[in-house]
């Protein structure tokens, strides 16, 4: 039997490479934090603890204002603050908000939490700033994370976190329910966009980037936030692929994928976590103690507080069957381990733990161990010092600096998927026809999470920002632009006009893709690109002249049909308020785009595989044939990779590998380069990705230079989860490739 290079226990193995001493312990940080906690827990009572761990919306503390704009009810405030003692509260209310109406908001709650309770503790309020601070008007609403992961630059999304995390601290909310770490393997579902895609090396360095970016080294400060790494685990495999569906993951492939991105989040400090609503192989993850309790905190090393998600204790019982009451849902949650309950409307959650308390059913040290985790992140966000919004703050909002940064986002996202023969950029000179259904709309190009939770009330986006139409126009003229509403996304308006427009211009500039939805309300029946728009792209086509397709979409709709009828494909995902200009910056010149799938982009509506698949999918007889595959993105420019080397030809446990490569721009465009380096396992004990990927970097590359990029592999990179389910090494040789270059490493065999 081959001998194997055990790694050291599942515990202490790294997923990533970093050492486990590089892990945050806030537990053990601040012995200062430690005794205010333990103080404040000795004088608390039953119901005080347990109201700590009750989370509360927004609207169950609100009344009708005027235009139906939700206000505050002082008395359901104080019913919920002072009487039930609730220590969090969540949501929007509907609808963005004004910078200072959220300040207002913050502080009214803060002062009933401060001053009309015995203990005075803080409330923790927390939002989902997804991408960007998406429920404050005026506020910097960036790309959605997948196309953060397109943009390879993970500068950029430290930058795009730190001035999400300035913003949403700025109106008084020290709490962001971001990111989410779940894995876009299964195209149908409907969060795809939230995620930075099928993979988990980039949804582990994008996801610990933000995490850093927006915690810092001090919670206190005014412009940082606490991080809540979401949905743990395995939410994003729905067999469905709807959302809230069954995930059936085996245990090994669960470590393979989608452990990783946590692990890599607990390295990076995330301080709290958010539950999977729904279930792997039938057990659901808020009754678990094995994933909430054993995995995370024992294997995975988590210190800080578990929340559920929206109403999914109540949902053990009512929904998913494994509780036979409220009772039983609520005693299994909180021993599996989840310490917060986003109950989300009323005080049964609270009610029913004090009762499960004093029957004995939920012993006290499972509360206070709960408790303590609360108040730990309370102490270390500086709320009992500062509880209060900073009025200072607010012109820290929708700062001209953080558009430039979205705008470069954005940019960077869009992914040249087509581009036959040269048809793009576009001459400037060029006379236009745009049409399609994401066109000339706000709220396709920044989807669900923006302004109010499914993001499509168009009438609330800002008017000064430009939709694709409106940036053409303002690019080249509105006298070189005509515009036709041919189709919504599910009906045909006008075809037949924008056939006939189409005889007098240079180039059709078709945008199609799909409408602003979220979470459930966005589950499809059928990945195909709907009717109307698939019939609009073929008339056209029969014009002859040349066709622009861009995407506009948060999954990957397949469109096979349509791509020989086009010159030129474009995919800017959900690109965000500055998408429109974005897309006509690409679409004429202004920008050389250097976007990569960040998924598998499917060919048809069904057998969806990913880009690490397996041998046996990937062969003559079973080709691996997507649309375009994971990691694709064309560019203006011509660029080739050259000598690929690496230092040694053996690594053994404890050594690294240093392998470079050279990247030359042969064209006469500036590029900006993602070089991703892969590694394939040649002979393994379990059937090997055909290759994953290990590294990448973005580096800009003038037009006519070189540059040379330096990646370092570790012996954690050549690892996989063996068949007794731990990380092992093996002998034998792995292939390392950039681009179509490739060098061979072996690990030699290793005598006991
Ligand atoms: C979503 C979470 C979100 C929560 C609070 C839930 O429906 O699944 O991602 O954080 O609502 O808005």
């Given at each position: 039997m081959r001998a194997l290079w055990l790694l050291c226990v599942a515990g202490s193995m790294s997923v990533l490479g970093c050492s486990s001493a590089e892990k945050a312990s806030p537990k053990k940080a601040d012995a200062l934090i430690e005794a205010k906690v333990r103080q404040l827990m000795a004088k608390m009572t039953l119901e005080e603890k347990v109201g700590q761990m009750t989370q509360i919306t927004l609207e169950s503390f609100a009344k009708s204002g005027q235009d139906g704009y939700l206000v505050l009810d002082p008395e359901k405030l104080r019913d919920g603050i002072v009487n039930h003692h609730i220590g969090s509260i969540l949501n929007c209310g509907g609808q963005a908000r004004t910078p200072e109406n959220w300040q207002e908001m913050i502080a009214q709650m803060q002062d009933v939490a401060t001053k009309q309770t015995r203990l005075g503790i803080p409330i923790l309020y927390g939002i989902d700033s997804i991408h960007g601070t998406n429920y404050v008007l005026g506020a910097t609403i960036f790309p959605q994370n997948i196309a953060m992961a397109a943009t390879g630059n993970v500068g950029l999304m430290e930058k795009a976190a730190e001035i999400t995390a300035m913003e949403t601290r700025a109106v008084g909310i020290p709490w962001n329910f971001n990111p989410v770490l779940d894995l876009a393997r299964q195209p149908m579902w409907p969060r795809v966009f939230e995620t930075f895609g099928e993979d988990a090396y980039i949804a582990s360095v994008m996801g610990a980037a933000y995490i850093r970016a927006q915690q810092g080294d001090d919670l206190t400060r005014s412009d940082?936030?606490?991080?809540?790494?979401?949905?743990?685990?395995?939410?994003?495999?729905?067999?469905?692929?709807?959302?809230?569906?069954?995930?059936?993951?085996?245990?090994?492939?669960?470590?393979?994928?989608?452990?990783?991105?946590?692990?890599?989040?607990?390295?990076a400090g995330t301080v709290t976590c958010m539950v999977n609503s729904s279930e792997i192989n039938g057990v659901p993850v808020h009754s678990s103690e094995f994933y909430l309790t054993d995995l995370l905190r024992g294997e995975l090393g988590f210190e800080g507080f578990v929340v559920s998600d929206w109403a999914d204790i109540e949902n053990l019982h009512t929904r998913e069957k494994v509780a036979k009451d409220r009772r039983e849902a609520v005693r299994m949650a909180v021993l599996a381990g989840v310490d917060m309950s986003m109950v989300p409307y009323d005080y049964s959650f609270y009610d029913t733990l004090v009762e499960l308390v004093r029957d004995g059913e939920v012993p006290m040290s499972r509360i206070d161990q709960a408790v303590a985790d609360i108040l730990r992140v309370k102490f270390r966000l500086g709320l009992f010092d500062k509880p209060y919004p900073n009025k200072n703050l607010?012109?820290?909002?929708?700062?001209?600096?953080?558009?430039?940064?979205?705008?470069?986002?954005?940019?960077?996202?869009i992914t040249l998927l087509k581009n036959e023969p040269?048809?793009?950029?576009l001459a400037k000179s060029a006379r236009v026809l745009v049409t399609g259904p994401t066109a000339n709309l706000l709220s396709v190009l920044n989807s669900g999470w923006t302004l109010t939770w499914q993001g499509d009330n168009e009438a609330l986006y800002p008017q000064e920002k430009y939709t694709i139409l409106e940036a053409i126009r303002a690019k080249i003229g509105e006298d070189n632009v005509t515009y036709v509403n041919s189709v919504t996304f599910d009906e045909e308006k006008d075809i037949a006009g924008?056939?006939?427009?189409?005889?007098?211009?240079?180039?059709?500039?078709?945008?199609?893709?799909?409408?602003?939805?979220?979470?459930?309300?966005?589950?499809?029946?059928?990945?195909?690109?709907?009717?109307?728009q698939l019939k609009l792209v073929e008339e056209l086509a029969t014009t002859g002249k040349p066709i622009v397709l861009v995407l506009v979409e948060g999954r990957p709709r397949v469109i096979r049909t349509i791509v020989d009828d086009v010159q030129a494909i474009l995919t800017a995902y959900c690109p965000g308020m500055e998408g429109g200009q974005a897309v006509a910056d690409v679409l004429f010149g202004d920008v050389n785009p250097s976007g990569r799938l960040p998924y598998t982009y499917p060919r048809f509506a069904a057998g969806f595989t990913t880009y690490d698949h397996k041998p046996s999918e990937e062969t003559r007889e079973n080709p691996f044939h997507p649309q375009w595959p994971f990691g694709h993105g064309l560019s203006y420019t011509s660029l080739v990779y050259r000598a690929l080397q690496a230092d040694r030809s053996e690594l053994r446990p404890g050594q690294t590998v240093a392998v470079t490569v050279e990247v030359i721009n042969t064209g006469d465009i500036a590029a900006k380069?993602?070089?991703?380096?892969?590694?394939?396992?040649?002979?393994?004990?379990?059937?090997?990705?055909?290759?994953?990927?290990k590294r990448f970097e973005k580096v800009d590359v003038p037009a006519g230079q070189t540059r040379t990029v330096r990646f370092e592999l570790g012996w954690d990179d050549l690892a996989f989860i063996g068949r007794d389910n731990v990380p092992v090494v093996e002998p034998g040789q792995f292939k390392i490739s950039v681009g179509e270059l490739s060098v061979l490493l072996t690990v030699p065999e290793f005598a006991k």
């Open positions: 940082k936030v606490a991080t809540c790494m979401k949905h743990y685990l395995g939410y994003s495999m729905p067999r469905s692929g709807r959302d809230r569906t069954p995930a059936y993951i085996p245990d090994r492939e669960l470590r393979e994928h989608y452990v990783k991105p946590f692990a890599a989040a607990v390295r607010l012109g820290n909002v929708g700062l001209e600096t953080s558009r430039k940064v979205n705008l470069q986002a954005a940019q960077e996202a040269k048809t793009l950029p924008a056939v006939a427009a189409a005889q007098n211009v240079d180039a059709i500039v078709a945008c199609i893709g799909e409408p602003a939805y979220c979470e459930t309300p966005g589950n499809i029946d059928d990945l195909t690109m709907s009717e109307p380069e993602t070089v991703q380096l892969y590694l394939s396992d040649l002979v393994a004990s379990v059937t090997p990705a055909v290759r994953q990927l």
